[in-house]
């Protein structure tokens, strides 16, 4: 590991397109005091910062106070998606960057979505119950958060992560080759066993559901926050 990350290339650059490598890698985001505040990843940098500093962003709500306080950039070429990938997960549990936390704790997604009319449904996360057919768990606003328990199911049940049209193609990314989604496209698992794994998400959601619903109204009672 240690020889990989001295084989990875480093650039620093001002905030903007120029300078950004057409290369795949991580970038870091650095403000006026030189601190941490955003780290990602992208297939291709250049790209990736086009869309940031284009006018009003890529659509992300943070994204423009963010961009106002970037100072500085440094992007590591990683060269493959996979290094990016575990590179960008090492430097935000290092940094723990502002905005990496904001996404990651955002409220305005209490809820999680079963995407149970779909083959090999994806485990989503919500902002309010609206799709027909679908199946929704929430809101988690007690405890442990909906963002949490997204990570934590996805990830330990391999779920799908693509598009139906993805998945149509029988192609396996990178989710398979990192251990992260157990490959329906790619016909690894039947939908028997795929469904064995709903059922028991399902059931532990809805432990999850019960234990909100005992603990809501002591938490508003005494006014804890969430
Ligand atoms: S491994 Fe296959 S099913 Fe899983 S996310 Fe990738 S393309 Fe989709």
């Known amino acids: 590991m240690r020889e990989e990350e001295e084989t990875i290339k480093t650039i620093t650059a001002e905030p903007g397109v120029k300078g950004a490598p057409r290369a795949t890698g991580v970038y870091i985001m650095y403000d006026a005091e030189g601190t941490v505040i955003y780290v990602g990843k992208a297939n291709d940098l250049k790209a990736r910062m086009q869309q940031y500093f284009r006018l009003g962003g890529d659509g992300r709500r943070s994204v423009p106070f963010l961009i106002e306080k970037v100072r500085k950039i440094e992007y590591r ?33 209490p809820s999680l979505e079963l ?54 193609k029988g192609k396996p990314c990178l989710y398979a080759q990192i251990g992260r989604c157990c490959a329906p496209c790619s016909g690894s698992v039947t939908p028997e066993e ?10 532990s959601l809805r432990r999850y559901e019960r234990v909100q619903i005992k603990l809501e109204p002591e938490a508003s009672e005494t006014g804890e926050k969430q």
Request: aromatic share 12%.
């Open 194 to 203: 795929y469904a064995e794994k709903l059922e028991k998400i399902t059931a």
């Open 77 to 109: 070429i990683t060269g493959n998606e996979a290094r990016a990938f575990f590179l960008e997960d090492k430097l935000i549990k290092e940094y723990k960057p502002h905005y990496n936390v904001l996404r990651k704790d955002d409220k305005s997604y």
């Open 115 to 168: 995407t149970v009319l779909e083959p090999f449904p994806r485990l989503v996360a919500a902002h309010r119950h609206l799709k027909k057919g679908s199946r929704y768990f929430g809101p988690f606003v007690v405890g442990v958060s909906a963002a949490e328990l997204l990570r934590r199911y996805r990830d330990r049940f391999q779920l799908r992560r693509c598009t139906v049209s993805q998945l149509k």
